[in-house]
């Protein structure tokens, strides 16, 4: 499809295990982020790429998440040791170019649940 | 620090009334963009309209519409004849610095009701 894709649609593990979730950006797209949304608020930014190069890390929320994008395309999200605490959708978005006027364009999200 | 703020939790609104969504965006930030987002049941978040702050013309895009006031720090956002496929959350999302670092707002649930 030309959109984000995101896999796994959704995630049951259970706490302690660890976890990794997929992103496809549109193709071509330079920029890619990732955000948390938990339930009934806004997403909140966890990362930023600009290609492969991980440019802002500041929103993760521990040293338990770690974002990865080696070629400069598809993007994995991994949760290590994962708690209760990290329940919650994790959305991917890819934007064309690196001007702060450009929109974001989101995938699905991956729903996550730990048990 | 920056705050964007969505007071309106939900509203509903029969279906062709128009409805305003507000929301304030504080910042000492002179050069800023600012988005709508809309998040439907299905979860997937759609840009809507982009807005910047160095131009205070009201714009209208199909059935959607901007009001800025530079005074109040005011994005509202407005849609005309409502449908009940407009029913979802409706995100502020300022955009600042120098890249795309988006801060949504807590987001305003939208019902239309047939």
């Known amino acids: 499809g030309a959109g984000v894709s995101q896999s796994p649609r959704y995630k049951v593990a259970k706490r302690g295990q660890d976890v990794a979730l997929r992103c496809d950006p549109i193709?071509?797209?330079?920029?890619l982020f990732w955000y948390q949304q938990a339930l009934g608020q806004g997403p909140e930014f966890l990362t930023y790429f600009q290609n492969e190069a991980q440019l802002d890390k500041s929103g993760l929320p521990s040293d338990r998440f770690f974002a990865e994008r080696p070629e400069g395309s598809v993007s994995t999200l991994k949760i290590q040791r994962t708690q209760q605490e990290d329940s919650a959708v994790y959305l991917c978005?890819?934007?064309?170019?690196?001007?702060?006027?450009?929109?974001?364009?989101f995938g699905d999200g991956t729903r996550l649940s730990i048990l | 620090a920056q705050k964007v703020t969505q007071a309106q939790t939900e509203i509903s609104v029969v279906e062709k009334e128009d409805v305003t969504l507000d929301c304030v965006y504080e910042?000492?930030?002179?050069?800023?963009?600012l988005f709508w987002y809309k998040q439907p049941p299905s979860g997937e978040l759609v840009f809507l309209i982009r807005?910047?702050?160095?131009?205070?013309q009201n714009e209208i895009s199909g059935r959607y519409s901007w009001n800025f006031q530079k005074s109040t720090s005011s994005f509202n956002f407005t849609i005309t004849a409502s449908q009940v496929v407009d029913s979802a959350v409706y995100f502020c999302?300022?955009?600042?610095?120098?890249?795309?670092?988006?801060?949504f707002g807590t987001g305003t649930k939208l019902q239309v009701i047939p």
């Open positions: 999302a300022p955009l600042s610095g120098g890249y795309q670092k988006v801060t």
């Open positions: 193709s071509g797209h330079v920029s």
């Open positions: 910042t000492r930030d002179t050069t800023y963009y």
């Open positions: 807005r910047n702050s160095f131009d205070e």
């Open positions: 978005a890819s934007s064309r170019g690196t001007g702060d006027n450009q929109p974001q364009h």
